[in-house]
């Protein structure tokens, strides 16, 4: 199933530590997804959330790892996003914890930079990649800490830094595994997902996000199903969040994923979010997308796509002649002017459709002298979830 299939590994006690998060709660699928892969192994996991454990800080993290139990590895993510946290968190590992090797890796980089092996000089190698097909390779050499037989890994020997690239031209298209969703307090985030949030068990809808892209790789749709239909089977999730900001930018494979999709009759009962920062989406696949269960569709994000009004207009006009009124339809825009002329013409032709900008740009008390305070929110592009927006 997974990328490197070890020739022996040694079974080992394996200690996670996931950084906290900006703003909302969002479940990290790489960490759990590597747990899988760990555990697929044969080694014996635990795992420390910080954000499903917010109101007890480190107390938790440090009551684990004072416990009688030596821990072999120690994997720390986010920490080139984080670095300053991750620095604060290895020092406490490496006083409770000496003898174990620290292993950072980060989420949301294909890559990491070099500055991060001197800012924690308490990581004893660093994952230069992602986390799942890499786990493998370098849990082999662990114990004899040659990190340069392991591929996908950053580490610093004898003063000099070493890079050993992961080949991903060849990978496993199944080596997103589904993520060990037991390794966390899954209600913690379900509550807060859910429609209205509180006890996800008496919500009229369950929300959860998942993870089918990494950098330039994505699964393949059966794998994308098979890890929504685990969802909806273990906790009768109602719709899914799909974490890819350009996921209408791949028609051939969102074509492939809708038939496998419908082939699994999870049309019927599961919903999802469409994230894009594509246009045009043809119209059959507007159709299809209609068909399968899309219920709500986010356009745009911050990361330099620019729509200016003529382009919006022509979207909002495409999607109202596909008829697809039901939509909740999400525009992120960095572009003020573009943010008024939007909500502007949405207000005036009675289309339901909401607008986000940073908060870095004009005020409440101007959107209510324009009358647009219902349709345009601020908001910071990374902690906006499709769902609560609706709220």
């Not at 930079?113 to 097909?133: M, N, T, Y």
């Amino acid at each position: 199933m997974y990328i490197i299939t070890p020739l022996y590994h040694i079974p080992m006690k394996i200690y996670f530590v996931s950084l906290p998060s900006n703003g909302k709660l969002r479940l990290n699928n790489w960490m759990l997804g590597t747990i899988q892969v760990c555990e697929s192994m044969g080694h014996v996991t635990a795992t420390f959330d910080a954000d499903g454990n917010r109101t007890f800080g480190t107390n938790i993290m440090k009551m684990d790892l004072s416990r009688p139990v030596d821990w072999d590895v120690i994997i720390i993510d986010k920490v080139e996003t984080k670095t300053d946290l991750a620095k604060e968190y290895t020092k406490i590992i490496k006083n409770i914890q000496p003898d174990a090797i620290i292993i950072g890796t980060e989420n949301y980089t294909e890559s990491l930079g070099d500055a991060v092996i001197d800012a924690l000089p308490d990581i004893d190698v660093f994952i230069d990649g992602f986390a799942e097909p890499v786990m493998p390779g370098i849990l082999d050499v662990a114990f004899n800490s040659r990190f340069d037989q392991a591929p996908g890994t950053l580490h610093k020997y004898d003063g000099i830094i070493e890079r050993k690239p992961f080949e991903t031209d060849g990978l496993d298209p199944f080596y997103f595994p589904i993520p060990a969703y037991d390794s966390v307090n899954m209600s913690i985030y379900l509550n807060s997902m859910c429609e209205p949030p509180g006890d996800y068990k008496k919500a009229k809808k369950r929300v959860m996000n998942v993870l089918w892209m990494r950098g330039t790789y994505r699964a393949t749709p059966e794998r994308a199903v098979e890890q929504a239909s685990a969802l909806r089977n273990m906790y009768a999730i109602d719709e899914i969040i799909i974490d890819d900001d350009d996921f209408l930018g791949s028609p051939s494979w969102v074509k492939v994923f809708l038939k496998v999709w419908n082939d699994n009759s999870l049309y019927r009962y599961l919903g999802f979010t469409a994230k894009t920062i594509s246009w045009p989406a043809d119209d059959a696949l507007l159709w299809s997308l209609r068909e399968s269960g899309c219920r709500r569709l986010e356009i745009g994000g911050n990361i330099g796509v620019e729509f200016n009004a003529d382009i919006i207009h022509n979207i909002v006009d495409e999607l109202r002649h596909n008829l697809i009124p039901e939509w909740d339809i999400t525009f992120k825009l960095d572009d003020m002017t573009t943010a008024i002329d939007l909500a502007s013409f949405c207000k005036h032709e009675n289309i339901k459709c909401k607008t986000i900008i940073p908060s870095t740009i004009i005020g409440d008390e101007k959107l209510k002298l324009l009358g647009l305070q219902n349709l345009i929110h601020h908001d910071k592009f990374d902690d906006v979830i499709s769902h609560n927006i609706w709220a």
